[in-house]
């Protein structure tokens, strides 16, 4: 039982590349979610899903998609990476239902 | 989902209790108070929740006033290993977003 994987753990992208964010969790959750956190800042909701084919915005989707085709995985993408975007990246998880969220353990994303 | 206010930074020696305040004067009445921490840019961590009566786990205790506007979380012995930020969220239940504020640094120091 991993948990929830996030990958890569380290990215560098320049300005206007594309890439893709990995999350994926072994513990059939159906809720699942993705946070910026910029420096000395608290975590920010980016996109999440409360099941397979189901997304919703959250405080700062702007320039990010996401899509949940399977409930294990829920890649976010940066279609055209700007400097704004360089933060880190958490990824959560949690049942239905459900009072705890597991967190992964971030990619750290730096766009230049 | 209803603010919370947290003081920015506390300190607690090691193997003292450390009590975090946190304040949620507009809290209704089916949010749950919920504690999560981050230690050292790691994902946070679920630490407990409760919606009105006091609540203790193997990590803390949670202390809610009765009127719900404030809450306490206790961590008994505190040590190094605590030092964290801790976020004070309140939230209804179930698939809702929570939603961070700044949280409190703990330092714990030897």
């Known amino acids: 039982n991993a948990g929830v994987t996030q990958t890569p753990k380290f990215q560098v992208l320049k300005t206007g590349q594309s890439m893709t964010l990995q999350c994926a969790q072994d513990?059939?959750?159906?809720?699942m979610s993705w946070y910026r956190q910029d420096p000395g800042m608290g975590l920010r909701l980016i996109h999440y899903?409360?099941?397979?084919?189901?997304?919703d915005q959250g405080e700062v989707p702007n320039g990010y998609n996401v899509s949940r085709s399977t409930t294990e995985d829920f890649p976010l993408r940066l279609l055209s990476a700007a400097p704004s975007q360089t933060s880190v990246y958490f990824c959560a998880s949690s049942k239905t239902g459900g009072f705890i969220q597991y967190f992964g353990a971030g990619t750290r994303l730096s766009v230049l | 989902d209803a603010k919370t206010t947290q003081p920015p930074s506390m300190d607690c020696a090691e193997g003292r209790a450390a009590n975090l305040p946190c304040n949620h004067s507009?809290?209704?009445?089916?949010?749950?108070v919920y504690w999560y921490r981050q230690i050292h840019s790691q994902g946070p961590q679920y630490i407990i929740h409760g919606l009105k009566n006091n609540e203790t786990n193997e990590m803390a205790s949670l202390i809610i006033t009765e009127d719900r506007k404030s809450s306490t979380l206790i961590l008994p012995h505190a040590t190094l290993r605590d030092t964290a930020v801790y976020y004070c969220i309140v939230r209804v239940g179930g698939n809702t977003p929570l939603v961070f504020g700044k949280g409190t640094r703990l330092s714990v120091i030897a």
């Open positions: 899903s409360v099941g397979a084919g189901i997304t």
């Open positions: 513990m059939n959750h159906e809720y």
């Open positions: 507009t809290i209704s009445g089916n949010e749950y």
